[in-house]
């Protein structure tokens, strides 16, 4: 299912259908603790227990989690080592509470350079978990905007390699159904603790038409009374996608 705020105005719900959250802060909430920086990501797990229940709680449909950005290679070997074992443990551990949830589980991003008993893991992970439907979690590592629109690019010309002798043929609707999130829906809540108000090459292309919605709560500290708040923010926001107020309230634009 492809979606595109660009090219139709999207149903607005009072609940945000999908969720995209980069959870920062675990090593400032450790830090301050005197704690090493790993024992905040190790604390980050279970405010990931917490949001993926919430959400699925409040109706969420899709939640994305900015787990391991294709930069984070650039921090110090023993804290991505812990990373890696952190995301080997939450597969080998979290699954079958999934399952009980009916929680889809995606990993979205460059795979191939994980190793591979991680790339196993997530394979069977998401074969397991692949019948349900309650809410779709999707955990992006190694994961960049930038390599999503790269890669989505190189998928298109080889799927129609026309294309490449004319590119004024290359639109919107022929590039997205190769993006790695194709099939959901744009995010419609943007969320990212730690007080720092960047994209850091999340969902780039995805994020158009987001409502994007920075807390200095630390990702340790994050629960369903932020994720309450937070929806309580964005069922504030008036979305226009680029209309007028006036047309909204005179329920006269397309899609209104
Ligand atoms: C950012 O905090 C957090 C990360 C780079 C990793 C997030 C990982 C987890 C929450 C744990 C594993 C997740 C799953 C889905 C199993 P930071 O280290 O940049 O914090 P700082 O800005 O305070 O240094």
Not at 4 to 23: D, K, N, Y
Not at 140 to 149: E, V
Request: proline content about 5%; charged content about 25%.
């Amino acid at each position: 299912m492809t979606s595109s705020s660009t090219l139709a105005v999207p149903e607005t719900r009072p609940v945000p259908r999908h969720v995209a959250i980069i959870m920062d802060g675990n090593g400032r909430w450790a830090t301050r603790r005197h704690l090493p920086r790993t024992a905040g990501h190790a604390k980050g797990v279970q405010a990931v227990r917490r949001v993926v229940e919430a959400c699925g709680r409040r109706g969420v449909e899709y939640l994305t989690l900015f787990a391991f950005s294709s930069e984070n290679w650039r921090r110090p070997v023993d804290e991505v080592s812990l990373l890696m074992r952190l995301f080997v443990q939450a597969l080998e551990r979290e699954v079958d509470k999934l399952q009980e949830q009916g929680v889809r589980l995606h990993v979205v991003g460059d795979l191939s350079a994980f190793e591979p008993r991680l790339q196993e893991l997530i394979a069977q992970a998401q074969a397991r978990t692949a019948a349900n439907d309650r809410l779709h979690l999707c955990v992006a590592a190694n994961y960049g905007g930038r390599w999503d629109i790269l890669q989505a690019t190189r998928a298109m010309l080889a799927a129609r390699p026309e294309l490449a002798a004319h590119p004024e043929r290359i639109d919107e609707a022929a590039l997205a159904p190769h993006l790695s999130m194709a099939w959901a829906p744009e995010p419609d809540l943007f969320i990212r603790t730690g007080g720092e108000q960047r994209i850091s090459n999340f969902l780039i292309w995805q994020l158009a038409y987001t409502e994007l919605y920075f807390t200095d709560r630390y990702w340790p500290d994050f629960g369903d009374e932020e994720i309450a708040a937070a929806f309580e923010w964005y069922r504030s926001r008036e979305r226009r996608f680029g209309r007028t107020s006036a047309q909204l309230a005179a329920g006269t634009a397309a899609g209104a």
